[in-house]
């Protein structure tokens, strides 16, 4: 087996800059002697991975450099970038992370299983993986970083295990799920009542929707993006229980035909509703019109009937956000009076 040991502090060949120490049968790694650990790098700043890793990869438990061993613990920021080309990948059984856009955009990978010692999923660590289909987050897992799956269009279904307890913004935007659990010894998310959805225990916040979720009675507020992109449902309803609705909480649901929001909702986020294109009615129940954030409704039909409260019908001809709607009515009485 052929081991060259490269530097990168040291190595300039062809005014290029090595962006990994070793390389061994055609994997790059960075190796840190002072554990006798390796992580899995990209090759170089100016010669992306994509050339280099495609088909099915198995990384080793131990690489071995110089006949010295190394356990292989992480796949290092951008090792796999715009791999578009890679199928499957295998990964070490003593793996403990996965750091920021490890294999973003490869668009091409359909199955990843992530050994029971990894504890941190980076930013954007799968982000655009198109055909991902099957995710198993194991046990040991602690933390999911912004945008780690954002974009895995046919993951359909999510569990979240027990001992997660960072969950980034983002996490798992515009992907396609219906099926959403947590673990129910988890302390800081939960799935309660079936919900199809995770919910931040301490502030009540819902923070990742699905097609199928049912809002519990209990979630304060909708969280930043939780629904983005979300294609269900087509008839929303926000319960009295919610008072806030965070920024891009629906941002680009264009499936949604009507929304309903409660007596007791009080403020709407930037872009909250934006690009929700097909909303042909929404009805308010709020006496006070709720704040809006810039570009809550954005290109939002502005001839779809806004429904009010009688006695609130000018505030919210007045009011930023909601002004711009063509006809704002008064909800029937029966409606007024829940």
């Known amino acids: ?115 029971d010692s990894v504890v941190r999923v980076g930013e954007k660590a799968f982000f655009n993986c198109q055909q991902l289909t099957a995710l198993m987050l194991p046990d040991t897992i602690f933390e999911i970083g912004n945008e780690a799956f954002a974009k895995c269009y046919k993951l359909t279904s999510l569990a979240i295990p027990k001992n997660v307890c960072k969950i980034g913004i983002n996490a798992f935007c515009d992907c396609n799920l219906s099926l959403v659990a947590v673990h129910p010894d988890n302390k800081v998310y939960c799935s309660r ?20 979720t049912r809002i519990p009675d209990s979630v304060a507020t909708i969280g930043y993006g939780a629904f983005a992109y979300c294609t269900g449902p087509e008839n929303l309803f926000i319960p009295r229980c919610v008072t806030k609705i965070e920024d891009n909480a629906f941002y680009g649901c264009n499936y949604m035909k009507s929304l309903k929001l409660s007596s007791t909702l009080q403020s709407i986020g930037a872009q909250a509703f934006a690009n929700c294109t097909d ?42 956000g909601w002004r711009d709607f063509e006809e704002i009515v008064a909800l029937p009485t029966k409606a007024t009076k829940k």
């Open 1 to 115: 087996m052929k081991r060259i040991l490269h530097f990168c502090f040291m190595a300039l060949i062809s005014n290029v800059i090595l962006a990994y120490d070793v390389d061994v049968d055609g994997i790059f790694y960075n190796l840190f002697p002072e554990t006798m650990t390796a992580e899995v790098a990209p090759k170089s700043d100016d010669q992306p991975a994509e050339r280099l890793y495609k088909g099915n990869m198995t990384i080793p438990d131990t690489m071995y450099c110089n006949a010295t061993a190394y356990r292989v613990v992480g796949v290092g920021p951008s090792a796999f970038v715009n791999c578009e080309d890679l199928l499957h990948i295998e990964l070490p059984k003593g793996l403990q992370y996965v750091a920021d856009k490890a294999f973003m955009n490869c668009t091409k990978l359909q199955h990843i299983i992530l050994p």
């Open 193 to 212: 009542r079936n919900c199809d959805a995770i919910i931040e225990r301490e502030s009540q916040t819902l923070i990742v929707g699905s097609i199928n």
């Open 279 to 320: 909303i042909k009615e929404i009805s308010c129940r709020a006496e006070v019109p709720p704040v809006c954030g810039e570009n809550a409704f954005k290109n939002v039909n502005k001839k779809a009937q806004l429904s009010v409260p009688i006695q609130s019908i000018e505030a919210y001809k007045n009011a930023d």
